[in-house]
């Protein structure tokens, strides 16, 4: 076994479950990675926004929201929120845990809570291990839009993806 394999997530390695208030700080500060950032094409959350974002998200009965365990220690997080009258999917792993299979698992975990069809996607075509991601998921490129900037988001163009079935 080389060492790559020792440390990719297997299926029963990654778990999710729903946040709680104590995974918040550790979830703002994963948020605030400049290189994590830099992949998603988004600009971090300030302290008040966040804590009014996931404070709104955590009592929405539309958002599934829940925390990503890697062997048994917080890796990161998914959820499923409506977006433009559908129902979308995003996800943030901490970056010390890339590479592992650990975003991949914890979609298909989700896709098993949430069983609402279709299922849409938004990622910068730029961030290529997102859309590899959603790919392995199932999700397909439905088009290709610009996005113009806002509070969150710089300009890009991104992708739209959905999962049919
Ligand atoms: C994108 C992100 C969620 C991926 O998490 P992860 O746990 O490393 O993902 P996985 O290990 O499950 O899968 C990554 C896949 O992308 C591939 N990949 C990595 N970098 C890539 C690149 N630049 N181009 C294409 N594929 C790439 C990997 O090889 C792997 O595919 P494989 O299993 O076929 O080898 C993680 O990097 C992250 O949180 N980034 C910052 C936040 C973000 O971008 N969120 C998504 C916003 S849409």
């Known amino acids: 076994m080389t060492v790559d394999e020792m ?5 029963d390695s990654v778990q999710i479950r729903d946040i709680e208030p104590e995974d918040l700080p550790r979830m703002f500060q994963m948020q605030l990675d400049t290189e994590s950032n ?14 009014s974002h996931w404070a709104d998200a955590l009592r929405d009965p539309t958002v599934t929201a829940k925390a990503i365990l890697l ?8 959820s499923c929120f409506p977006c433009e009258g559908r129902a979308s999917v995003g996800y943030w792993i901490s970056r010390e845990h890339w590479g592992k299979g650990t975003a991949t698992q914890a979609l298909r ?11 849409n996607a938004h990622v910068a075509t730029s961030n290529g291990a997102s859309l590899r991601v959603l ?6 490129v439905e ?5 113009p900037a806002s509070d969150r988001y710089p300009a890009c163009e991104e992708a739209i993806l959905v999962l049919k079935e």
């Open 143 to 147: 088009g290709v839009r610009m996005s």
């Open 7 to 11: 440390s990719s997530a297997t299926d």
């Open 38 to 51: 830099r992949m998603a094409v988004t600009i971090p959350r300030s302290a008040e926004v966040f804590d």
């Open 71 to 78: 062997d048994g220690a917080l890796a990161g997080y998914v």
């Open 109 to 119: 975990l989700l896709l098993r809570e949430v069983t609402t069809r279709p299922l």
């Open 135 to 140: 790919q392995k998921c199932g999700f397909v």
